[in-house]
T-cell receptor
Framework: GAVVSQHPSWVICKSGTSVKIECRSL??????MFWYRQFPKQSLMLMAT?????????EQGVEKDKFLINHASLTLSTLTVTSAHPEDSSFYIC?????????????FGPGTRLTVT | QKEVEQNSGPLSVPEGAIASLNCTYS??????FFWYRQYSGKSPELIMF????GDKEDGRFTAQLNKASQYVSLLIRDSQPSDSATYLC??????????FGTGTRLQVFP
């Protein structure tokens, strides 16, 4: 159980275009999903926290108008990188929070590698 | 500033040995702690979580938590070359986002 999928797994786009990444929790409902970015040989950087039915909470320094997050259901969150530029090229990873009574665990999707040319 | 600190390594251990990975955290409000394994080019995979002081064992893995010392560790027994990866420690309060350490790179050599 606790499987999170992401689509696409990799994408190449031209500078100035927009890219949408989907994150789905396949076998559980996730009230909260998180979006991370990771550059090569660097640690995870949390971009935003996404709650179903409400606006995402962005971390300091993350442009909310550039990285649009929608969490329309308990199993789907999307990240849209608008007007992408080469510096947006990175590994984008979502995670979903599985809550059970006192405990909760965060499970990661396989990630989406974005290359902007 | 909430922080989770890990030694970046690499930690090199021979096959069959015990690998000991350590982590300290600054936020006393953190109640839950997680260890993730991340292979190069892949996303993190949850391998252990612990909420209570003491030890928690799962197969070859043992997580240890000492809230008084704000210290979390992960022991990997009978280390295998396939355990070679970066191990991320993370902590958080209930229903809060996790604070990740920068990870410790483990190398298990045959």
């Amino acid at each position: 159980g606790a499987v999170v999928s992401q689509h696409p797994s990799w994408v190449i786009c031209k500078s100035g275009t927009s890219v949408k990444i989907e994150c789905r929790s396949l076998d559980f409902q996730a009230t909260t999903m998180f979006w991370y970015r990771q550059f090569p040989k660097q640690s995870l950087m949390l971009m935003a926290t996404s709650n179903e039915g409400s606006k995402a909470t962005y971390e300091q320094g993350v442009e909310k108008d550039k990285f649009l997050i929608n969490h329309a259901s308990l199993t789907l969150s999307t990240l849209t990188v608008t007007s992408a530029h080469p510096e947006d090229s990175s590994f984008y990873i979502c995670s979903a929070s599985l809550t059970s009574g006192y405990s909760y665990e965060q499970y990661f999707g396989p990630g989406t590698r974005l290359t902007v040319t | 500033q909430k922080e989770v600190e890990q030694n970046s390594g690499p930690l090199s251990v021979p096959e069959g040995a015990i690998a000991s990975l350590n982590c300290t955290y600054s936020d006393r409000g953190s109640q839950s702690f997680f260890w993730y394994r991340q292979y190069s080019g892949k996303s993190p995979e949850l391998i252990m979580f612990i909420y209570s002081n003491g030890d928690k064992e799962d197969g070859r893995f043992t997580a240890q938590l000492n809230k008084a010392s704000q210290y979390v560790s992960l022991l990997i027994r009978d280390s295998q070359p396939s355990d070679s990866a970066t191990y991320l420690c993370a902590g958080g309060a209930l229903t809060d986002k996790l604070i990740f350490g920068t990870g410790t790179r483990l190398q298990v050599f045959p």
